[in-house]
């Protein structure tokens, strides 16, 4: 006979999510599900089994659990729990985020929608940058966006999909999202160093694009990691690529400058 878990309801965020509390383990959680918070109200008791609950997390401690109840308060619960949802489909595609990502997340996306409601539109100057550093949490960014015109009847454009990636990627690395838009930043002007010395355009669909956008974090990661390589063809690549390095130089000032690394 399968075992099911005691749980007394205190908010159906929407028929996928519920807040509830733990009756064996004496603690709030956040549990998503197909269907388990249909038709529940609070201070109802349910029984679940382990496998109608796809995702379950603590309702967290201190400062982020007052927040959290800040937004619950706050927000339309079905985009609280529409989030969750999201958040639980990235955890399950790229695994453990950053707990924040429950509160920043959620509260981008609520903003998004009112905007889009609003009839404004955002922006994203690096979108072209984080699909090709970011295409994993891109993915997740436009699935996403299906769920959110599925659900909620409003349309995300592909910059904001691209906002939800920069919020994914930034859970990830256990980062601020502003860290990350700065370090989004910085590979975008690189890149316009490239252009602007060799008077090209590189089209950001083309394949050359995405190599030289992942070419230079990695570069960067490696320096913020201290893993220098050594090239026994750099005296040869001075003499005959003298324009080429010299733009290298610059790459590298740059990065000194922004990022206080030593190049």
Known sequence: MEKKKK?????????????????????????VGKGIGFGKKEGT????????IEKSFLAFDGDIKKEYYQLINQLNGKVIGLSEE???MAEKELGQ?????HIALT?????????????MD???????????????????GKRAAKMIKDRLGVIISEDEMGFIALHIHSARQSKKVTETIK????????????EEDLD???????????????????????????????????????ERFKVSYTIAEKIGEHIEKIKGIYV
């Open 7 to 31: 749980y007394t309801v205190n908010k159906a965020l929407n028929n996928n999510v519920i807040l509830a509390f733990d009756e064996e383990k004496r603690e709030e959680v956040v549990l």
């Open 45 to 52: 008791t349910v029984k679940l089994s382990e496998w109608q």
């Open 86 to 88: 999201i958040i639980a």
């Open 97 to 101: 985020l950053n707990s924040h990502v």
């Open 107 to 119: 509260d981008h996306i609520s903003f998004a929608i009112e905007r889009i409601k609003a009839g």
């Open 122 to 140: 955002i922006n994203n100057p690096f979108i072209y940058e984080i699909k090709a550093l970011y295409p994993d949490e891109f993915t997740i």
């Open 183 to 194: 370090d989004t930043k910085l590979i975008k002007d690189l890149v316009n160093i490239v």
């Open 200 to 238: 090209i355009d590189i089209s950001n669909i083309d394949l050359s694009y995405s190599r030289l956008v992942n070419h230079l974090r990695a570069g960067i990661s490696r320096m913020e990691e201290k893993k220098y390589i050594e090239n026994p063809l750099l005296n040869t690549i001075k």
